[in-house]
C-alpha cells in the first residue's frame, strides 16, 4: 500500500442485498407447499476519504478516514417507515486507524469507538413493556468495508516476495448479514494477470468466497446489552449459516499501490427458529448480497 503524503483517496463503497424470508421453507404448515417468501432489500452507499497523517515505510503508518457521506435506502414488507439508519450518522466523522505498510490494520481503538457509537443509534427512541428494540441498520457492513478493505495485499503471507500469476491466498474475514450475528467466509485470492496500461500496471486479482468454519475475530459488536429487533427478524431466533458461495474481482494499481476498483456478489442460505417451537416449520433467509468499491479521485 502507497499512501504519499498530502494525497487523498476518495472511494465510493456500495453494499446493497435482496433478502428473503421463508416461514415456512418445508411446507409442513400449508396444503399448497412452501409459503410464499417475504422480499425485502437495503442498500447503504458511502463515500470517505483517506489520507496519511503519519507516514513510517518500515513500520506503523497513520491513516485517517473521513465519511463524507452515508445513505442507506430499504425496502420492506412493512409499510411504516423505519427511523433513520444508525450507519447514516457516519456522515461527517472522522476516525483514524494504524496500518503495516502492505495495509494491515493493527489498531483498531477508533474505529471500535465509532461503531459503538453508530450502535447507539441504532435504537427506537420510545421503548415499552418490550424493552430496547433495536431497527435496522447497515452498520456492520461499514465495519466489513473498513476491517477488510486491504486484505488482498495484506493477507500475502511474504508480500515482499511478489506475486505471480496464478498463485493464490487465503483470507477469513467477518461479513455483514441483516440480522446481527457474527459470521465469517473463507476468501481464496487468486492473481489472474498484470496488465500494461497508461496509467500504470494493474493486478487482476480474483476473488472466491465460502463459508469459513473458523471463529470469526476482531467483529466489532456495535451494540451493547439486550435487545429485541423489530420487524421480521425479530420472530426468529437460533439462525445457523447453511452455505455461502460467490466470487468477486479486483483491479489493483501495482506502479501507485492504490486499490482502484473491487466487485463482489455472494450468496448466503440461513436457517432459522421462531421465539416459539411451531411444529416442523423451518424457516430459512437467503441473502443476495453485491460490494463495490470504486475509486473516485487521488
Known sequence: MDFSEGTVLRYKLVSSRDIEVNL??????????????????????????????????????????????ARVTRTSVVRKASERDGAESLAGQSFRFRITPTGRIKDYTDLKALVRRCGDKAFASNTGRQGR?????????????????????????????????????????????????????????TLDRVEE?????????????????????????????????RGMF?????????????????????DTGTLES???????????????PLGDTVPTVSVDQNISIKLLSQ
Open 24 to 69: 415456512d421453507s418445508t411446507g409442513s404448515s400449508t396444503k399448497g407447499g412452501k409459503s410464499k417468501a417475504q422480499k425485502m432489500s437495503e442498500k447503504l452507499e458511502m463515500v470517505i476519504a483517506y489520507k496519511a497523517v503519519e507516514l513510517d515505510p518500515y513500520g506503523l503508518s497513520t491513516i485517517e478516514g473521513r465519511c463524507e457521506s
Open 133 to 189: 428494540i433495536k431497527n435496522p441498520d447497515m452498520i456492520t457492513d461499514f465495519s466489513a468495508f473498513q476491517w477488510h478493505f486491504w486484505d488482498s495485499i495484506a493477507s500475502i503471507e511474504d508480500a515482499a516476495a511478489g506475486v505471480e500469476p496464478g498463485q493464490s491466498w487465503k483470507a477469513t474475514q467477518f461479513i455483514a448479514l441483516p440480522m446481527p450475528i457474527p459470521a465469517a467466509r473463507e476468501t481464496t485470492y
Open 197 to 229: 496500461t497508461d496509467s500504470g500496471r494493474k493486478a487482476v486479482i480474483v476473488s472466491s468466497y465460502k463459508l469459513s468454519d473458523s471463529r470469526v475475530k476482531n467483529w466489532p459488536r456495535p451494540y451493547k446489552g439486550s435487545f429485541n429487533m
Open 234 to 254: 425479530g420472530f426468529l431466533r437460533k439462525f445457523k449459516l447453511h452455505s455461502l458461495e460467490g466470487a468477486g474481482e479486483q483491479i489493483f494499481n501495482i
Open 262 to 276: 473491487e466487485e463482489q456478489h455472494y450468496k448466503v442460505h440461513i436457517e432459522a427458529g421462531f421465539m416459539m
